[in-house]
């Protein structure tokens, strides 16, 4: 290191550059991974504790320093929080929530990491000899700071900042010459396949285009045309720099459910250029959720509980090494946890790790979505370019919905305040009084009901504003959980207070639960404080008394913070990524989908990929005289299963039957079964386990007779292929609008009042149809498949409803009595 080249030795243009929060995460950490329950200040509440600590500095102090060094080809940058010039001080600012004493050792280490560099640049820049650094820590719940000095000497810093540079430098210089070898494979990259099928080349050319002028693109492409391989083919070939343009770092696939990733990564698998050297030219990593990935379920997150989190720092690089030079190039969760115990680390925790070092991630949509998305989280911080393609896009509007909101039940609530210690439970008391201003209906006494009877009327209001001083209150409240949760046994002041916090032993399990309910309630809240802070239109206030016990309303409330409209929430996702590719089915209508997501007007194109399949490949037949709505299902029952079987003895094969609720499902299933008993029948049940819904599919056997009940929207609904004779119809009840309810008319009124005369639609008519849709895609799959659709409403016999359905079915059979 000492005959290095220094920052100032060099005249020569930098060839890398690198955030110094960066380059201390990447060479300053070491020990134990530690991540017990703390929740960390949100970006803003960050920004304000910094205001508030700075208006406390003298007129000399100038905040947000811009400093930067080179060493060899590698520029270091950032801004210091802050400089005293007259004390010849620079401080570091770190806002926290809870009790500082209980700081993982490793995070102290890197918040002195960062300092240092920041040090090491300014005694250059300014020709120090030595200089004061300052870890300042900000509590922003109580205002109060508490600073840890220490007096450095330049030439020791500048050593240590070397040392970081020769490390960094290493690893950049091999991650250019992988992208260089990438960037050349991809550039050579020929179709997988003898010859694109129909549709799927027009598919692949609008999202080329769509990439190339960084467009966020909606495509709907029909079933069956290799929607999966035409999308990621031309986003892999938008990776490497043309030209002027600097190509893009990332691809991230995005899937709603488990058996959308396995698609996602056997086409990547098939996508895999040959490298011409000794590691996979591109690296393709696989997020899963915690829960999936967990080898000690039940266990803390750091060290002193769980063997794979000691030492995670000190074994990581060795464990990256092994894993980037995996033969194949794709690091599924299988392979991670190979690897991963291989090497003693959290196979979890090591795919995050990894996500610079990989060249495509494929996860679920919360990763990037989500306000706590890790994919869009370290693509900010980090700068990269990423293209993002969405699978089976028509999901994202409910799944955005349920990602920007949250629930709080007041017994929960009330519960922990009574399991922590007495002086900390008064602010979740002051929280439970701010909630309960609000006006909510009276219990109602009912009549004690039979088995299976009617629930009682709900008890259920909606509001447009927050409750005043609902986010002071859940600002102490997250105080005061934290420290209940991070308080030592000895400093318990009561026998019924919380005895250890998360590291809790496995001889335990009441401490457990205790602690695992608290923590939980922890995350609840913080999601609570993060949604009030952006309430808005988009979202509403729920009260929901609706809780029954025995005879009568039970006490318990439910409050709800129930998003409507995503799309000011993923605006900020448009706009992270180059490019955006949401693709699917069925996406219309597509102003349905615009408004809702907040897709960008200016970048916004679309294109609608014709099928391939002939209308002769399908029957289309409309039961008129048949009604399913709510009112007449138990008149229209027996008409209703007569009808089905009259279509399996007319044409034996295998048949799926969709309802739109389980409820529907049971009772049609009943008199099916009551009425018809000869005819093969079986059911999907509620919270179906994976066992059970293979078994469901193992039933659908080629040239097999029966048919299958299965709920609109379920796991049957979509994703699954029945080819050939293994599915010959299907039978759909109802348009698959939700049930009436004083919910859905809450968010019809607010929707209405948002886009004038499309509540309706936007909240009943299209999520139910697109339902629909997806569900009849099940019948035609390839372009030897022939079927029948058989819709048992009266409905799907207007104009209006039939203009909603693919183009090229044909004109519906009316059957009537």
Not at 478 to 497: C, D, G, H
Not at 654 to 678: C, E, G, I, K, V
Request: aromatic letters at 8%.
């Amino acid at each position: 290191m000492d005959s290095a080249p220094s920052p100032q030795d060099t005249a020569a243009e930098p060839s890398y550059t690198v955030a110094v929060r960066a380059l201390c995460a990447f060479t300053a950490r070491s020990g134990d991974l530690d991540r017990r329950f703390a929740p960390t200040p949100s970006a803003e509440e960050g920004v304000r504790g910094h205001a508030a600590l700075v208006a406390r500095r003298s007129a000399s102090y100038r905040r947000e320093l811009p400093l930067e060094g080179r060493w060899g080809p590698l520029r270091v940058r950032g801004r210091a929080d802050g400089w005293d010039e007259a004390a010849g001080r620079l401080e570091e600012i770190k806002t926290f929530r809870g009790r500082l004493d209980t700081q993982p050792a490793g995070e102290r280490r890197l918040h002195w990491a960062q300092l240092k560099v920041y040090g090491a640049l300014l005694c250059a820049e300014r020709g120090l000899r030595t200089i004061e650094l300052a870890l300042v820590y900000y509590d922003i719940d109580r205002g109060e700071e508490t600073c840890f000095h220490e007096r450095h000497d330049a030439a020791a810093l500048q050593h240590e900042f070397e040392q970081q540079c020769a490390a960094f430098l290493a690893w950049a210089q091999a991650e250019a010459a992988h992208r260089q070898q990438r960037d050349a494979a991809l550039d050579a990259l020929p179709f997988p396949m003898p010859a694109f099928r129909d549709g799927q080349r027009a598919l692949s050319v609008a999202v080329w285009r769509s990439a190339q002028r960084g467009q966020v693109l909606m495509a709907q492409a029909p079933t069956g045309i290799g929607k999966t391989l035409g999308v990621l083919f031309p986003l892999l070939k938008a990776l490497p720099a043309r030209g002027v343009s600097p190509g893009l770092d990332k691809l991230y696939v995005l899937t709603a459910k488990t058996p959308g990733r396995a698609i996602a990564l056997d086409a990547l698998r098939r996508l895999q250029p040959p490298s011409g050297g000794a590691e996979p030219a591109l690296r393709v990593l696989e997020l899963v959720a915690r829960e999936t990935a967990c080898e000690y379920p039940g266990r803390a997150c750091h060290g002193e509980d769980c063997p794979l989190a000691r030492g995670f720092w000190d074994r990581l690089p060795a464990a990256r090494a092994a894993a980037v030079a995996e033969p194949g190039g794709v690091l599924d969760a299988a392979t991670l946890r190979r690897v991963g115990l291989a090497h003693t680390v959290c196979p979890y925790h090591l795919a995050q790790e990894l996500l610079p070092w990989v060249d495509a991630v494929v996860g679920d949509y919360n990763h990037w979505f989500d306000s706590g998305g890790m994919l869009y989280a370290r693509t900010t911080e980090e700068g990269w370019r990423v293209a993002v393609a969405v699978d089976e896009a028509h999901n994202l509007v409910e799944r955005a919905r349920s990602m920007y909101s949250a629930s709080l039940d007041a017994l929960e609530l009330r519960a922990a305040r009574r399991t922590i210690a007495r002086p900390l439970a008064a602010p979740l008391r002051r929280l439970e009084r701010v909630l309960a201003r609000v006006p909510e209906p009276a219990p109602e006494r009912v009549p004690e009901r039979p088995a299976g009877g009617a629930a009682p009327p709900a008890a259920y209001r909606a509001f447009d504003a927050l409750p005043d001083g609902l986010s002071e209150a859940l600002h102490a409240a997250l105080a005061a959980l934290t420290q209940a949760m991070l308080e030592a046994p000895a400093a318990q002041p009561e026998p019924a207070a919380l005895a250890l916090p998360l590291d809790v032993p496995a001889d335990a399990p009441e401490r457990v639960d205790a602690a695992q309910r608290l923590r939980e309630l922890g995350y609840t809240l913080g999601a609570w404080l993060r949604l009030a802070e952006r309430f808005g239109a988009h979202s509403m206030f729920e009260v929901d008394a609706s809780r029954s016990g025995a005879g009568v309303v039970a006490p318990g409330v439910r409050y709800g913070l129930r998003n409507l409209v995503p799309g000011p929430h993923l605006a900020s996702r448009w706009s992270a990524a180059v490019t955006t590719v949401l693709f699917s089915a069925t996406l219309r209508p597509e102003a349905w989908h615009a408004d809702l997501l907040g897709l960008p007007a200016a970048r916004l194109a679309q294109v609608d990929v014709p099928a391939p399949f002939a209308a002769t490949q399908l029957r289309v037949q409309v039961a008129q005289q048949l009604s399913t709505r709510w009112r007449d299902r138990a008149r229209s029952l027996p008409a209703l299963v007569d009808l089905m079987a009259a279509q399996w003895r007319a044409e034996p094969g295998n048949y799926l039957a969709f309802f739109s609720s389980h409820d529907y499902l049971q009772q049609a299933h009943a008199a099916f079964t009551a009425a018809h008993p000869d005819v093969p029948v079986w059911a999907q049940s509620r919270a179906m386990p994976e066992p059970e819904r293979a078994a469901f599919l193992a039933r659908f056997v080629p040239a097999g007779r029966g048919i299958g009940f299965a709920v609109l929207g379920g796991a049957f609904g979509e994703g699954i292929d029945l080819v050939g004779d293994r599915l010959i119809g299907a039978f759909i009840a109802t348009l698959g609008l939700p049930s009436v309810s004083p919910v859905l008319e809450a968010m019809r009124e607010r929707i209405d009042a948002q886009f004038p005369g499309r509540g309706d639609d936007y909240v009943g008519l299209y999520p139910g149809l697109q339902r629909v849709v997806q569900a009849a895609g099940r019948v035609i799959r390839g372009p030897e498949d022939r079927g029948i659709l058989v819709f048992m409403d009266d409905r799907y016999a207007s104009a209006r409803v039939r203009a909603l359905l693919p183009s090229w079915w044909p004109q519906p059979t009316l059957l009537r009595r």
